[in-house]
């Protein structure tokens, strides 16, 4: 079974700029999950999709954080502007209805 | 507000022996725990999972322990390797296939 997808796997950006990242998850799975892991830190969660719905977005930074998951499939996170509290690892995951979550490698994201 | 607490950011133990990983939560809603293990450079790993009408449950080298009245759990690896090195994540949630918050992880050293 192939496991969850995600790209670019290293960003690096100049404050300011916009950034987006890619997920696939794992074939079947409903549910798709972003999380934000601050070095040090465990990863915590930005946003959650079920099909192509918005389940949970309460820690999502709306003025500038943005994802979308067309057709309940593929997903992308967008950042725009970045500042440079963003720098961080951006985890992708997904899960079958009640089964535990799976994680990309995550995309490392750079803010200069 | 840390909902859940790994206190210990640190482990090492001989190749062989028991690794006992702990993890603390406050919120009394959560009825889903889960255990991640991350190489660096990757996204993490499902371990285990326990549902909080479980005490315990077992997966080869792998057990997790859950306490609800002390809202306490625990990873036990029974013998542990060289390759168990890497950062351990408890995560919980209200019910399994909602979002999950995460311990700060605690690095485990297997030393040979």
């Known amino acids: 079974e192939a496991g969850v997808a995600q790209s670019p796997r290293y960003k690096i950006i100049e404050k300011r700029q916009s950034v987006a990242f890619w997920c696939n998850p794992i074939?079947?799975?409903?549910?798709l999950y972003w999380y934000q892991q601050i070095l040090g830190q465990g990863p915590k969660l930005l946003i959650q999709?079920?099909?192509?719905?918005?389940?949970?977005d309460s820690q999502l930074p709306k003025d500038r954080f943005s994802a979308e998951r067309l057709k309940g499939v593929d997903s992308t996170l967008k950042i725009q502007p970045a500042k440079l509290e963003d720098s961080a690892v951006y985890l992708c995951?997904?899960?079958?209805?009640?089964?535990?979550?799976?994680f990309g490698d995550g995309t490392r994201l750079s803010i200069l | 507000d840390q909902q859940v607490k790994q206190n210990s950011p640190s482990l090492s133990v001989q190749e062989g022996r028991i690794s006992i990983l702990n993890c603390d939560y406050t919120?009394?809603?959560?009825?889903?725990f889960l255990w991640y293990k991350k190489y660096p450079a990757e996204g993490p790993t499902f371990l285990i999972s326990?549902?909080?009408?479980?005490d315990k449950n077992e997966d080869g080298r792998f057990t997790v322990f859950l306490n609800k009245s002390a809202k306490h759990l625990s990873l036990h690896i029974v013998p542990s390797q060289p390759g168990d090195s890497a950062v351990y994540f408890c995560?919980?949630?209200?019910?399994?296939?909602?979002?999950?918050?995460f311990g700060g992880g605690t690095r485990l050293m297997v030393k040979p």
């Open positions: 326990i549902s909080s009408i479980k």
């Open positions: 999709f079920q099909n192509n719905g918005v389940v949970d």
């Open positions: 995560a919980a949630s209200v019910d399994a296939g909602n979002m999950l918050t």
């Open positions: 919120n009394s809603m959560f009825d889903y």
């Open positions: 995951a997904s899960s079958p209805r009640g089964g535990a979550q799976h």
């Open positions: 074939s079947g799975h409903a549910t």
